[in-house]
């Protein structure tokens, strides 16, 4: 079956850092991928989005980056910032059962003053 | 515009009973897609509804059940509760399906079994 993993569970990085999440899928026909911060006790909120037919996708602070030759999704996050500290999530679109989506497990951030 | 709204926020049950947990999705949006939530666990699907219909099921068990209302508004049932179905359950809406059409989740019915 469809399968969306990270590879760290948690990652501590320094205040003031840039911060690197990574994310395997495994589905060809996936078209579009999100990704997700959820803080302790809050829903899931939408960061950043980027389509299949494209590599970068650049918003505030934060850079999407999507390798289609090894599946690979990478969030990088700029001059981290305690805020910042939350669980990561990436989602990936496949273009059959209506478009549905698969998460990973999370990545846990913690950021060090 | 508001986003999506889920109730109760909180609720305790004990073993046995069961439960019904409600979501209104975004205005205009006609998908709702409920998700479980465990310590340590990423998000497990539970199924989604689209114009009143199931259209997608996941692999939980039958005291797992569902609905939408013509409104689009959605609830979802638990049945013969179990210690282990204590989580944080989450609805999302998305529009139709073309384009990048996000996924917005509401902040949860953080339910606990006694």
């Known amino acids: 079956g469809e399968s969306v993993g990270l590879h760290l569970p948690t990652l501590s990085v320094q205040e003031g850092d840039n911060s690197i999440i990574n994310c395997a899928y495994s589905n060809s026909a996936s078209d579009y991928f999100i990704w997700y911060k959820q803080e302790s006790g809050k829903g899931p909120q939408f960061i950043i989005d980027i389509r299949s037919n494209m590599d970068k996708r650049q918003g505030q602070r934060v850079t999407v980056l999507l390798n289609k030759t090894v599946k690979h999704l990478s969030l990088q996050i700029a001059a981290t910032q305690p805020g910042d500290s939350a669980v990561y999530f990436c989602a990936e679109r496949v273009t059959y059962n209506f478009n549905k989506f698969y998460f990973g497990s999370g990545t846990k951030l913690n950021v060090k003053p | 515009k508001a986003g999506v709204t889920q109730t109760p926020r909180y609720l305790i049950k004990t073993r046995g009973q069961q439960v019904t947990l409600s979501c209104s999705p975004i205005s205009g949006h006609r998908s709702v897609s409920w998700y479980q939530q465990t310590p340590g666990q990423g998000l497990q699907f539970l199924f989604e509804?689209?114009?009143?219909?199931?259209?997608n099921k996941g692999n939980f068990p039958g005291r797992f059940s569902g609905r939408q209302f013509s409104n689009s508004r959605s609830e979802m049932n638990v049945s013969t509760l179990e210690l282990g179905d204590s989580a944080l359950y989450l609805c999302?809406?998305?529009?139709?399906?073309?384009?990048?059409?996000?996924?917005?989740f509401g902040a949860g019915s953080r339910l606990t079994v006694l």
């Open positions: 999302a809406s998305r529009g139709d399906n073309s384009g990048a059409n996000v996924l917005t």
């Open positions: 509804y689209f114009s009143e219909t199931q259209r």
